[in-house]
C-alpha cells in the first residue's frame, strides 16, 4: 500500500479537479492506488475526465452576497473553462451555492479546501455542488479568489457584480454610529463607490496600504526621468509625479468617476456631513475573471 501522504493527495487532486478530502477519502478506499483511486471518483460522477488538471479555467462568473442581517457580505470566482458552461443556468447555480456556504461560514476559510467543506444553506458541502456540475458538464471547475468581510462595528458592506459576471467589488464603509451606517445617502456612496472601484481597479485604499517596495521603486523610476536640475528640485519634482500616481491607483485619491470634479476622499467627507457623522472606507476587494 503507497503511503497516502499529502503529495499523492495533490496528484489525484490535480488529475481529477476534486477536493483534497474527495481524492484522500478516494485514496484511502483504493489503499493508495492513483489509477483506482481516479476510477473510483469518476464512478461516483465526481471525474468525469482523467488529467483534468493541466486544463485552463479563464472562464466563469463572480456571485456576491450579503447576509441578511448586513453584518457579513463575500465575494468569490467560480472559474469553468468554456464561457457556454458560465452561462449554464446549473452551474450558476453551483456558484451561488458558493457565496451562500461562504457568506454564512464564521470566518474566512483558510484555503480552498476549507471552503469545498462548508455547508450551504441547503445543506450540501460547496464540494457536493461542484462534483454535481462536473459530473453535467465533463469540464474542470475550479474555485477562484474569494473574500468574505464582517463588520466589528457600525458600518456597511456592499457588493456589486457587473453586469457581464465577470468583475465584481465588495467594499466596507464604517461608520461612528448605527443610524448614520443605515442612512440612504450611506447606502448610494457604497453603491457608488462599488461601482467607481469595480471601473477604476485601485490598489489601495490609503498610499499606505501600499507595499513600500513598489512606492520605492516607482520613486527611482520617476527620479530616472528628471536631469539637469538641483537636487531639491529633483526630490520637489518626484514627488508631484508620485502624488499623480497616486490619483491613478489610491482609491482615495482618485477623482470620482461620476463626477471628476472631486476626489474619492471628498465625496466620503461630503457623504458623512450630510449624514451627521465621520465615515471611512475600512477596505476592498475586486475580483475579476480571466
Not at 24 to 32: C, D, I
Not at 144 to 160: D, K, N, S, W
Amino acid at each position: 500500500m503507497a503511503e497516502i501522504n499529502s503529495a499523492l493527495v495533490k496528484q489525484l487532486r490535480d488529475r481529477t479537479g476534486q477536493g483534497m478530502m474527495d481524492c484522500k477519502k478516494a485514496l484511502e478506499e483504493t489503499a493508495g492506488d492513483m489509477e483506482k483511486a481516479v476510477d473510483l471518483l469518476r464512478k461516483k460522477g465526481m471525474a468525469v475526465m482523467d488529467k483534468r488538471g493541466g486544463r485552463e479555467t479563464k472562464e466563469g462568473k463572480v456571485v456576491g452576497l450579503s447576509a441578511a442581517d448586513g453584518k457579513a457580505a463575500a465575494l468569490a470566482c467560480l472559474c469553468c473553462e468554456t464561457d457556454f458552461t458560465a452561462k449554464n443556468e446549473k452551474f450558476q447555480a453551483a456558484a451561488d451555492t458558493l457565496v451562500e456556504a461562504l457568506v454564512s461560514a464564521t470566518g474566512q476559510p483558510e484555503s480552498t479546501e476549507a471552503l469545498e467543506q462548508l455547508a450551504a444553506p441547503d445543506g450540501r458541502k460547496v464540494s457536493e455542488a461542484l462534483n454535481e456540475i462536473i459530473s453535467q458538464t465533463g469540464e474542470k471547475i475550479t474555485i477562484g479568489p474569494f473574500e468574505r468581510f464582517a463588520l466589528e462595528g457600525p458600518g456597511l458592506l456592499h457588493c456589486y457584480v457587473h453586469f457581464n459576471g465577470k468583475i465584481g467589488t465588495l467594499v466596507q464603509i464604517d461608520a461612528e454610529t448605527e443610524a448614520a451606517a443605515s442612512n440612504e445617502e450611506v447606502k448610494n456612496l457604497a453603491s457608488d463607490l462599488a461601482m467607481h472601484i469595480t471601473a477604476t481597479n485601485p490598489l489601495a485604499v490609503t498610499p499606505e496600504q501600499l507595499d513600500p517596495e513598489v512606492v520605492e521603486r516607482e520613486k527611482e523610476v520617476a527620479k530616472s526621468q528628471v536631469t539637469g536640475k538641483p537636487e531639491n528640485i529633483i526630490d520637489k519634482i518626484v514627488m508631484g509625479k508620485i502624488n499623480k500616481w497616486y490619483q491613478q491607483i489610491v482609491l482615495l485619491q482618485q477623482p470620482f468617476v461620476k463626477d471628476d470634479s472631486k476626489t474619492v476622499a471628498e465625496l466620503v467627507d461630503e457623504t458623512g456631513k450630510k449624514v451627521g457623522g465621520k465615515l471611512s472606507v475600512k477596505r476592498f476587494i475586486r475580483l475579476q475573471i480571466g
